[in-house]
């Protein structure tokens, strides 16, 4: 095997322009890692945040992007034994997904799903470990409860979708086009607010309000969230394409006993994501195995047009998730 590779960096913060092809060293795996012949890699948000210069990566880390992938383990790091040399894997990632080859603890890998392919099992990780950790672990999310995610045609939200409607809850969902809104129906939404056309706190209050919301948006629709949720409500806040700043009345909190919380997924501990792996493969990869549930494909690139795909997810008209293809 080469001990060089080909990969993507991003050369300075800026727009999708900066992702430039390169040549890297093969990385070596550690203790507790594997090295991944990566097929295809994922594109996702932070992916775009760290291009920018606004989500900088673990010290450890590499300084590539890339937090999931798909593809063949060729190297075992010691200590390394619930994986063989030739697996083939998913795995969530510290970065360097954009590059032949990468390195991630063995833990946070997952094994690809019965008859699902590279590219669709690429785009699981990422995803599907934000939408467990907040929803189900965090958001405490359980059958029966009224469920509304924003950014319901995003990789996030396909995902939160799919598997809210299949614990038992009742699925809402905010898109910007009727197209967008069909395909939040598809996947088990039993309403999908175009957010150009209606307004999702009007919606919500008739219903009762939301028991749970997951939002990435934040910005102006922090208050508003805060209006959409039933007394004893839970808002879990990933991330904040409209800003983290905003006046709230913390006293509603009080009065109607609400939770705020939120995390991102990238700084926590190798044990963390170990754990939301395992849970992972207990509780979801059997419906993954069955099709009960699945990635929604958006766009492929190659590599080398990283930044093509970049700028397709910056312009908000994919639906589901954007892939590269590697080897």
Known sequence: MSKTMTAVEITAPGGPEVLVATTRDIPVPGAGEVVIKVAYAGVNRPDALQRAGLYAPPPT??????LEAAGEIVALGEGVSDWSMGDMVCALLPGGGYAQYVATPAAHCLPIPEGMGLREAACLPETFF???SNVFQRGALRGGERFLVHGGSSGIGTTAIQLAHEFGARVFATAGSDEKCAKCRELGAERAINYREEDF??????????DLILDMVGGDYLPRNVKSL???GRLVQIAFLMGPKVELNFAQMMMRRLTITGSTLRPQSDKAKADIAEALRTHVWPLLDAGKVAPVMD???PLADAAKAHARMEQS???GKIVLKVN
């Open 61 to 66: 880390a590499s300084d590539l992007p890339g």
């Open 130 to 132: 934000t939408v467990w």
């Open 201 to 210: 706190v009007e919606v919500m209050r008739a219903e009762g309000g939301a």
């Open 230 to 232: 039933a007394d004893d």
């Open 299 to 301: 766009s492929e690139y």
């Open 317 to 319: 008209a994919h639906i």
